[in-house]
């Protein structure tokens, strides 16, 4: 049969026991009371009475919000877990003959787990007569210990088992520091990215108000014609008869 555990407190009126060693809301100590007094007291300051230490002789009671405190708690434990990182044990091999390129791309993939806060396990294949050279091996993990130096250390040093060769580098910097400077890189990025597009749409509001800045020349019209005293005779209309004297 499967035992159940209680992870929340007794509170309040599940308090069985006939007494509890008292603790006010501040911390102080107020002694040694009948139950029954202690929740009279809770309910005067309008707070709960919680079993804190139920194990104790006699069990340990505190005035305080219940909800509040267990909010609080939540909180605090979820913000535990998000800081809670498992490192990872990577894996790599490296040949004992092994060219600069190859060396300096796996060189890359180790550095890339060390920085992310993972561990990384190196190991060293041997082939046929390569078996009888292993310090040729414990001096290309070295050179490789030496090479990442600023990000990892030798957690385990070099030893052959068979036919391979495995030495355990650990993270200079742990997982969750390696994932916060990485958010904090990440956030950096995109505040470039948010200002580059800032500046774009500065640009584009500054042309555009230098673009209704510009007054349009006013449209010029044809001078007028200079009025005469004597204004010409219609088409068909009478002639003017001749000047009296």
């Known amino acids: 049969m499967r035992s159940t555990t209680i992870s929340e407190p007794r509170i309040n009126d599940r308090i069985r026991v006939p007494e509890v060693r008292l603790i006010g809301p501040g911390g102080e ?106 310090e040729m091996g ?8 030496d090479d990442v130096a600023e990000l990892g250390f030798v957690e385990s040093m070099p030893k052959q088992d068979g036919r391979n060769m495995t030495m355990v580098l650990g993270p200079v910097k742990k997982k969750a520091e390696a994932k916060s400077e990485q958010r904090k890189r990440s956030a950096e990025v995109n505040a470039q990215r948010k200002t580059k597009s800032e500046v774009k749409a500065e640009a584009r509001a500054r042309a555009a108000q230098d673009g209704d800045g510009e007054q349009p020349e006013p449209a010029t019209e044809p001078a007028a014609e200079p009025a005469t005293s004597s204004a010409a005779p219609k088409p068909g209309g009478p002639k003017p008869g001749p000047a009296s004297r």
Do not use: C, W
């Open 138 to 145: 414990v001096r290309l993990l070295q050179r490789l210990a």
């Open 29 to 134: 100590q107020v002694g040694v009371v009948a139950t029954g007094v202690a929740l009279k007291l809770a309910q005067d300051a309008d707070l709960d009475l919680v079993e804190v230490a139920p194990d104790a002789r006699p069990p340990v009671a505190k005035l305080m919000d219940f909800g509040k405190f267990k909010y609080e708690s939540d909180m605090k434990a979820r913000e535990a877990r998000r800081k809670q990182a498992n490192t990872l044990l990577k894996e790599i091999r490296f040949r004992l003959k092994i060219d600069p390129h190859d060396y300096a791309t796996k060189k890359g993939h180790v550095e890339r787990f060390l920085s992310a806060g993972d561990k990384v396990k190196v190991m060293i294949m041997f082939r046929g007569r390569e078996q009888s050279r292993p």
